[in-house]
């Protein structure tokens, strides 16, 4: 189809301008931001800015030895991970009711689930820090990982809705004469049919998570809970001040990964972004 | 530039981290000698000393011989007696709250210090910027996670007022804490309120004017004079005009302006030049008076030189800017003295100067006391006298003049370590800073502070952004700070501090000769 | 009834136990399933929720909380810095979404046809995938603290001074817009790309037989079409433009006296910084309502027909 457009497509310079410009706009920084990470402390902030440094591992070293960096990438994951779980094992159910069911209120239950996605991290954040240090739960992964899943939820859920709704009635009403439950549906033939939308669902859930910047503060204080995203705020105000080589390889520490999960899903990016509203 | 002394901070960092709460994967062992207090007292301490302490390229930089930057009678460490201190506490634990920013200064000291006591110690360190709201948190919910805690020393009075702080009287006389080596305006300020001690000032600050001596040089035409070089603000206003032409990228002064408590500090900084006292005997805030315009309006003038970041520049970015070369005088902590000869952060090693603070006609010569921490026992702390004794381990003479030697940003407040002339050699600003500090100019401690110095910021910043003028500025600070202060007890009868307690170390140098 | 398919073991002899269950079970069903996860959301808004407005009536010092009624509310509304953060947040982030959304607009208009479309969107995708606090010290470090986008404009020709960006309300804001804009605009692109080529492709070739230029095809058919998914894409990134708060932190601290303070970050000062958290909770109060009058208004509109 593209090729066919192409053929009696506009003129390709223009297009090719335009996008080739936001392309430079886009990675230029990027790539700035890398020999950042990979020059000497003295070379980032100079009367004038040094544009062919000197390569430098530096900061590498000193990000792994004088920084608890595997402990951040630890909490990291470990939030994430148990964040997403508990997501699933809440939105799935709830999707799956959202989807495949008529009952009463089915519309505005599905509005309030959306609308959590609406809040803003500083309305509850206070009450949320309370709560936490009532429980005790301060400066500790659980707390994240609750948190996360929590600003997680509606998210999740609506996302693995979408794909669930795109599952043709037939095959379910087959496995019902046959006299399955719907758990066992739900278990054996939704789930299956919709794991590309659990995976998106999951992966837009973690990127959710990695970039959560207010809970996260308030919440950890020491390495015990501190993430990688709070925990670039960290290198600024020691007495050794701002260090931006370490912050760039942190950062490119983080997006490698992601970068290479969300290309993998790239199909199903926009319906994953859009809470599954618009198809991809 | 890596140490290659045998306690280099790497190592100390990462066994300080051992005693740490919940290492990184809950594997890192305790090193066997925490809770082995068998140890030879003598020649721990010998170790404690300047080849075992000091950077091994700054020792080699500075040609150290290994004599002690202290005097040893001072050195409190070497005076009590650990065999006491042993009998009566070895085996308890110690938890140490304590700022990201000093941690590594800390655990260098602890090792040592669990040798000889027998106390084990457990670090807490706590992002300073969320330290303070942390730190009440704990005190508020009633059972604070750790024992000793250090902290920015203007918040002094909102933990100490409410009761939050033990009082440490009995202990700094049951082991003979050296209080008179501080100067006095460390020990009024950080760590006295309201006549009783409640504190062990730490990491003693001071805002000085540095400068660049090669920039300088060309301007003036000769080398660069201490005293003389810029002997007035009106001087300093009209050479950074100079320098701000000098070299591409380099502008005249640089001047920590952003919202908050940095606008504060260098508005106090200059104004106390003038002679501005932030209230008067009843805690009436007169800040917004003639003393305080004229800061006003210096800093106003000076703007014009300042880089193009000051409106939002705090210490990191001021700092970075200074060690960069982007500015070719600096407004800042002591730390810009000393800091900048560190190759492996300073592109300006070697090429800089810190002077005595200009002066203001009318005025008086009153460097300003800003900042700095102090370290402190919580009232609720299960073993307080084993935390007293570890704070005063931390903050005893020797190591804080090693500290100083290695410019890692903790900062000694003795006469006998600032005075003594080995350790001159090797902190450039260390004359000057002692003796401006018998002159120098400090803000009470009281409840509150941490929110009226962020109030009286914000305006400042407004105004030097040019959102409104100087004098509305200081007005609104003022009624702000009023604000504050009723919320905090003020003015209904019974203030929290006695003014006549802290009016003393307000202000030192009131009727002394100047050092030059 | 009893028949077995083949294709699925063992269900049959739950089958009989399943038509047994009353019809009430089955009504109750789907509410079960949904129970666990409404109740963890309730948990977080609703107790959350309850407690601000609780707290917003205290003035709340250290343990002692003390009833004030409504002055905090009263406080608020005389607050020149309340409102002054309400406005910013609408400045900056109106402008930024109108911005994204052109420019998203633009490109996936340029690119959805491009045989390369999978190339340039996985350019286009980097920037959304770093950690928007890194976002916000790159740009700290382009634009303040290095100052290479000054020195750049210097080289070129185009300014002789460095720029002072902190001082400037106007540019500060404009800094917090860019970070915010090249983050987040590929969020749109991909959206709107994938709108449009899910449409019919029939409806443009007979436009484009009948002589219709390509962008008169766009505007009048294509453009028109997009408008539900458009409308959740910008619900969705307005939402999150209005929540500001790394950036606001990273870069400017709420900026030149004030300018630049969103209404999260004012919340995070007032709580956090000035430790009064019955102020903060009730500005929180107030932005909740904000938020509850703008998804009943809007976003249930926008997922209305966005919905299939």
């Keep these: 189809m593209a090729s066919q457009r192409r053929k009696r497509g506009e003129s390709r310079v223009i297009r090719y301008i335009i996008l080739g410009s936001w392309a430079v706009f886009c990675i230029a920084p990027v790539l700035w931001f890398l020999s950042i990470g990979f020059r000497p402390r003295t070379e980032i902030i100079t009367p004038q800015p040094i544009y062919w440094p000197t390569f430098s591992l530096d900061a590498w070293h000193m990000i792994w030895s004088d920084w608890p960096m595997a402990s951040y990438l630890r909490n990291s994951v470990l939030a994430i991970i148990g964040s997403v779980i508990i997501d699933l094992v809440l939105a799935i159910p709830a999707a799956y009711a959202l989807s495949r069911y008529r009952f009463r209120g089915r519309e505005d239950i599905g509005f309030y689930i959306l609308s959590t996605r609406m809040m803003a991290p500083a309305i509850v954040a206070i009450p949320i820090f309370f709560l936490f240090r009532n429980m005790g739960l301060l400066d500790t992964i659980w707390a994240l990982m609750l948190i996360y899943a929590a600003v997680n939820l509606s998210i999740v859920t609506w996302i693995i809705r979408s794909y669930m709704m795109d599952i043709p009635k037939e095959l379910e009403d087959a496995a019902r004469t046959d006299g399955a439950s719907d758990l066992r549906i739900l278990w054996e033939i939704i789930i299956p049919a919709v794991l590309p939308g659990i995976i998106t669902a999951a992966v837009i859930a973690a990127i959710f998570a990695i970039n959560e910047f207010l809970f996260t503060l308030l919440i950890a204080s020491t390495k015990n809970a501190y993430t990688m995203s709070v925990a670039l705020a960290n290198f600024t105000g020691g007495s050794d001040g701002l260090i931006y080589n370490a912050i760039a390889l942190v950062a490119f520490l983080a997006f490698v990964p992601v970068f290479i999960v969300v290309v993998a899903i790239q199909k199903h990016l926009s319906r994953g972004l859009t809470m599954g509203a618009v198809k991809g | ?516 | 009834m009893t028949e077995l398919s083949p294709n699925l073991s063992g269900a049959a002899k739950a089958a009989p136990a399943i038509r047994r269950r009353s019809k009430r079970m089955r009504a109750a069903f789907p509410y079960l399933l949904l129970t666990p996860a409404v109740l963890y959301l309730l948990m977080i808004t609703l107790y959350p929720g309850v407690y601000a407005i609780y707290q917003s009536f205290f003035l709340v010092r250290f343990n002692s909380w003390t009833y004030i009624g409504f002055q905090n509310y009263i406080d608020l509304w005389n607050d020149r810095e309340f409102w002054a953060a309400l406005w910013n947040t609408l400045v900056i982030g109106s402008v930024a979404l109108t911005l994204q959304c052109l420019l998203a607009l633009t490109l996936a208009y340029h690119a959805y046809r491009d045989p390369w479309i999978k190339g340039w969107r996985i350019i286009f995708l980097v920037p959304m995938l770093f950690m928007p606090s890194a976002v916000a010290f790159m740009f700290k470090l382009a634009f303040m603290d290095a100052r290479v986008v000054a020195d750049l404009l210097m080289r070129v020709g185009v300014i002789e001074n460095n720029i002072g960006w902190a001082s400037s309300t106007f540019l500060s804001r404009m800094i917090l817009i860019v970070a915010d804009v090249w983050q987040w605009t590929p969020f749109l692109f991909i959206i709107f790309v994938a709108a449009l080529q899910s449409q019919d492709e029939e409806v443009e070739e007979a436009a484009r037989l009948d002589g219709a230029s390509w962008f008169k095809i766009f505007w009048n058919i294509s453009l028109p079409l997009m408008r539900p998914v458009i409308a959740v894409a910008l619900v969705l990134r307005g939402i999150d433009i209005t929540t500001m708060f790394a950036n606001v932190f990273i870069i400017t601290k709420g900026g030149p006296g004030g300018a630049t303070e969103t209404i999260s970050y004012f919340i995070y000062r007032t709580g956090f910084k000035t430790f009064n958290f019955g102020y903060a909770s009730a500005a929180s109060v107030v932005m909740l309502i904000l938020t509850v009058i703008i998804a009943q208004l809007v976003v249930k509109r926008a997922f209305h027909s966005g919905r299939e």
């Design chain 2, 1 to 516: 530039m890596k140490s290659r002394s045998t306690l280099s901070r790497r190592t100390l960092l990462k066994s300080g981290a051992a005693l740490g709460v919940g290492g990184a994967f809950g594997g890192l062992a305790i090193p066997a000698l925490a809770g082995s207090h068998v140890g030879d007292v003598a020649s721990i301490l010998a170790d404690i000393s300047v080849p075992k302490y000091v950077r091994e390229d700054y020792r080699t930089l500075y040609n150290m011989s290994g004599e002690p930057l202290w005097d040893p009678n001072k050195d409190w460490i070497r005076t009590v007696d650990w065999e006491k201190v042993r009998t009566e506490l070895s085996g308890t634990t110690v938890r140490f709250a304590i700022g990201a920013a000093d941690q590594e200064s800390a655990a260098e000291g602890l090792v040592p210090f669990e040798k000889l006591s027998g106390i084990t110690v457990e670090l807490v360190p706590i992002p300073d910027d969320s330290f303070y709201d942390k730190a009440i948190a704990e005190f508020i919910s009633g059972n604070a996670s750790f024992d000793a805690l250090q902290f920015f020393s203007p918040w002094l009075g909102d933990f100490a007022a409410p009761g939050f702080l033990a009082n440490l009287d009995e202990y700094a006389s049951k082991w003979n804490l050296p209080l008179d080596d501080f100067y006095e305006t460390y020990a009024s300020n950080y760590g006295y309120f309201n006549g009783a001690l409640y504190g062990i000032p730490f990491d003693c600050d001071i805002q000085m004017v540095h400068v660049r001596n090669s920039y300088m040089e060309q301007v003036l035409g000769g080398p660069v004079d201490r005293v003389n070089s810029i002997p007035t603000y009106d001087e300093l206003i009209r050479v950074s005009g100079e320098l701000n032409k000098i070299a591409p990228g380099v502008s005249g002064v640089g001047m920590m302006l952003s919202r908050g408590f940095w606008s504060t500090y260098t508005w106090e900084h200059i104004a106390a030049q003038a002679g501005m006292m932030l209230f008067d005997e009843n805690w009436e805030p007169v800040f917004n008076g003639d003393a305080g315009m004229k800061g006003m309006d210096i800093i106003m003038s000076l703007v014009a030189n300042a880089n193009e970041g000051h409106a939002g520049a705090g210490w990191p970015e001021n700092r970075a800017a200074w060690l960069g070369g982007q500015v070719a005088t600096n407004i800042s902590w002591q730390d810009s003295g000393t800091q900048a000869m560190r190759p492996d952060q300073s592109q300006i090693v070697g090429d800089f100067t810190t002077i005595y603070e200009p002066r203001i006609e009318g005025g008086r010569f009153a460097p300003p006391n800003i900042a700095g921490s102090t370290s402190c026992v919580a009232a609720s702390a299960q073993n307080p006298e084993g935390a007293f004794l570890m704070l005063a381990f931390l903050t005893t003479a020797s190591i804080m003049a090693m500290n100083e030697a290695n410019a890692n940003g903790v900062a000694p407040g003795y006469r006998s370590v600032l005075n003594n002339p080995r350790l001159q050699e090797v902190s450039q600003p260390a004359k000057v800073w002692a003796d401006s500090l018998e002159h120098a100019w400090c803000a009470p401690r009281l409840p509150g502070m941490f929110e009226m110095e962020q109030a009286i910021g914000n305006e400042i910043n407004r105004a030097v952004v040019g959102q409104i003028t100087g004098k509305e500025a200081l007005d609104n600070a003022a009624s702000a700070v009023k604000k504050i202060m009723d919320r905090n007890g003020f003015y209904g009868g019974k203030p929290p501090v006695e003014y006549a307690a802290a009016a003393p170390g307000l202000y030192v140098g009131g009727g002394k000769a100047l050092p030059f």
